[in-house]
């Protein structure tokens, strides 16, 4: 079958510290158009997960329904997995994450199925502060029904039809950024130097991380007048900052010959190492990082990097104060409370 990985892999690729190449966290051949964005930050995740040294087993992947929603079955093999239904992935991941916390959760979403049908649960799921990394592959149109506009797609835009958008898009990242997300980044899937590392810092993050990958659609919406086509990205892509990730536990060896660096350490003791290159703004101030947002947008420019970050985050687990232990792993005594503990429970509301 051709959408099945060939077995054979040079028997001198490198190892993590795991024991593990990078085979172990590949899925099954991508069946999506040759040239889509979307395999770009299938291969990201691979490399970030690999390089985290993450076990498979320990990543939940979840998503919807959409070209995007599909990509999980590219990426982490020996993962675990669930496609939901059509912008529902937030609920899923919801109830998976309660049910056991000590897993990776990574949420893969698209502009329909998170801006459009699944942006109520979109808004939810952040101002819970869910500890998952929710990855939005974004290419401003319906990939699966013939590259109608999505909500994503720039007002003036025009589609492969010949089509002009008339709308406002739905700004993804400053929506994040409004609803309080911890961990806020924009990207472009041609970009792995940039994705990969923000990918890793996501991972990392406690709480609720948001990326919005422009993902260029090759088939209904990489033509001239498109803002998500793969020539007007690379000419109005305004990078943050040259960014790399580096666990704490080894050496940093950088050498940078123009402007200044920003430490910023994360909850698992890795940090994020930030290169400011032309940065006028502070991305542990929401309000600077919405206003730089803003600004870029009245410039026509797509600002990607780390916009936001929020150090000392409490994500849902401690908001609700639930158990450490997963549920599957707790006893029946601890499940089921006896007489005593539920007469003392009725009698506070007396």
Known sequence: MTYILPKFRHPALPKNKLGYTIKEYEGALSTLCAGCGHDSISAAIVHACFDLNIEPHRVAKLSGIGCSSKTPTYFLGNSHG????????PSVATGANLANRDLIYLGVSGDG????????QFVHVIRRNLNITYIVMNNGCYGLTKGQDSATADEGSKNKAGSVNHFHAIDLAGLALELGAGFVAQSFSGDKTQLIPLIKAAIQHRGFAFINVVSPCVTFNNNVGSTKSYDYVRQHVEATSTIDFVPIHEEIVASYEQGSNLNIKMHHGEDILLHKLAQDWDPQNRLSAANALLKARAKGEILT???YIE?????????LNTSNEP???LS??????PNEALEAINAAFR
């Open 82 to 89: 669930f496609n939901s239904v059509h912008g529902r992935m």
């Open 332 to 337: 029946k005594q601890v499940l089921c409370p």
């Open 113 to 120: 199925d998170t801006a459009s049908i699944g942006m109520g």
């Open 311 to 319: 150090q000392d985050s409490n994500d849902l687990h401690d908001i």
């Open 327 to 329: 549920l599957n792993g």
């Open 305 to 307: 990097g780390l916009i």
